[in-house]
């Protein structure tokens, strides 16, 4: 693997995920492809030559020249209020990678699969079931997913479509704050009772990937720890104050 | 790709207060919390079972338990620590014992060249010998005072802070000397082999 270099993409479309989320449909030329679950660095310059630095993680199954990066605005960040801001269609981007081998998953890899995710966090999951789709792969797989509410899930369309495709995927949805009346899915933060009822057992030797901020990667491993699963097949990716994404 | 504006992007965060910007290395910045980043769950470690060994090319391999590894003189570090993610910690602490300590104790050979940090969980990280010797690394257990917790790679974490912070390995296990170099976990999968932050060495061929 030769030197990561820095490559001019263009924002070819921003689609609203959520208020506070957009996907960037990024064009990036000689595109070599990525494993999903990688991330990459995004560099931003002003006029004054300040630079700012952050890493992304893609959305999008590998698929030719595009990569897409969701990205959720943090009021008090640097670069996320210009991407998810400032940046428009037709804009150029500056950005290196694929980056990270560990966090990936392909559908070869095989399974059962159990994909544990705190907002933002669904991202680099969502490559992993678009990739699985995208292949026709039937590994079993299922998503347990924490938002604050309903109007905060991203990709929640697409999920319903992906679960309701009866290809052995299932979706779980925790809304932590505040959910929608006859709302049927868990009120609560994920914990060991949850993960037990939406998991697999340790007996199935699940391979886990758990995405989000520090404290639910932190529980949610623990929780997975406890109930007797392998921590080597147990994979977090964090994201507090910052960090991926 | 010199001469690239990004269209409408400036500077948000506040200048680095004098002193500061000379601190950071190139792509990083400040930040005043202390996030967390590991590849897996958080070992739990009990103190009773906790072993720090030094092993492989040396005289006399040792092995030391808690009791036994506070025992030794003490050392710290006041200083900033910098993660391949981008943030910089400025003016942090952490007290220990200093490597030097560890390996006197034990005596390399004078083949040694080089050392593998071995972690519970089975984290590994890989150094030149040189990196580690000279007052340039620490096994340490307390942070700002307070005992290193769990998540920050207690009960001691490696330190090697004038490396990039994937170096210095949590939930240390021990140190292995060989006369050859072996990447560890990291360095296997993408990352620099050495990562020093002044030459923003991130990734293979940084």
Redesign the interface.
């Known amino acids: ?4 270099s ?1 490559r ?1 993409a263009e924002v070819a479309e921003i689609r609203p995920e959520t208020e506070r989320v957009v996907t960037l449909v990024l064009e990036v030329p000689d595109w070599d492809g990525h494993l999903p679950g990688q991330h990459v660095d995004v560099r ?5 030559g ?6 992304y993680s893609i959305g999008s199954a590998p698929a030719g020249a595009r990569v897409e990066l969701t990205v959720e605005r943090l009021d008090d ?2 670069v996320s ?2 991407l998810a801001g ?2 428009r269609q037709g ?4 950005l290196r990678g694929p ?5 990936v998953w392909e559908p070869g890899r095989g399974g059962p699969l159990l994909l544990v995710a705190g907002g933002s966090g669904v991202v680099p999951l969502m490559a992993m079931l678009r990739q699985r789709a995208a292949t026709g792969s039937k590994v079993p797989a299922r998503l347990l997913y924490s938002s604050r509410t309903l109007e905060d899930v991203i990709y929640r369309q697409e999920l319903e479509r992906l679960a309701a495709a009866g290809d052995g995927l299932t979706v779980a949805h925790a809304l932590t704050r505040a959910q929608p009346p006859g709302w049927a899915g868990y009120a609560r933060r994920i914990d060991a009772v949850m993960l037990e009822e939406v998991g697999w057992r340790p007996g199935e030797r699940p391979l886990t990937y758990v995405c989000g901020p ?1 404290r639910l990667v ?1 529980a949610v ?2 929780h ?2 406890a109930l007797g699963h392998d ?2 097949r ?5 994201f ?5 994404p | ?1 010199g001469g ?10 506040r200048p680095e207060q004098a002193g500061e910007a000379t601190r950071l290395p190139p ?1 990083q ?1 400040t ?1 005043p ?1 202390f ?9 739990r470690v009990d103190l009773a079972d906790w072993r720090l060994k030094v092993e492989g090319l040396v005289k006399t391999p040792r092995e030391w338990t808690w009791e036994e590894v506070h025992a030794l003189p003490g050392s710290t570090f006041d200083g900033d620590i910098h993660c391949v ?3 910089s910690k400025l003016g942090t602490s952490f007290a220990g014992v200093s490597v030097d300590t560890l390996l006197e104790a034990a005596e390399p050979l004078p083949e040694a060249s080089h050392v593998v940090a071995f972690c519970y ?2 984290y590994t990280t890989n150094l030149p010998l040189e990196d580690v010797r000279g007052g340039k690394a620490w096994v340490v257990w307390d942070h700002e005072g307070r005992p290193l917790p769990p ?1 920050h790679g207690g009960p001691a974490r490696l330190l090697v802070p004038h490396l990039y912070f994937w170096k210095s390995a949590k939930w240390l296990n021990g140190l292995r000397l060989l006369d050859h170099d072996i990447p560890g ?2 360095e ?3 990352y620099h082999n050495r990562g020093d932050p002044w030459r923003e060495e991130r ?4």
Do not use: H, I
Request: a negative charge; proline letters at 7%.
């Open positions: 693997m030769g030197r990561l820095w001019l931003l310059t002003a006029e004054d300040y630079q700012a630095e952050r890493a960040g640097e209020p210009y400032e940046l804009d150029r981007l500056e980056v990270g081998g560990y966090f520090t932190e491993a623990g997975l720890v921590p080597a147990v994979k977090t990716e964090r507090g104050p910052t960090g991926v | 790709m690239f504006v990004s269209r409408g992007f400036r500077r948000r965060r792509g910045y930040e919390g996030p967390v980043l590991t590849a897996g769950p958080t070992p993610t981008r943030w969980g089975g998540e976990f990291w296997s999968l993408g990734y293979w061929g940084d």
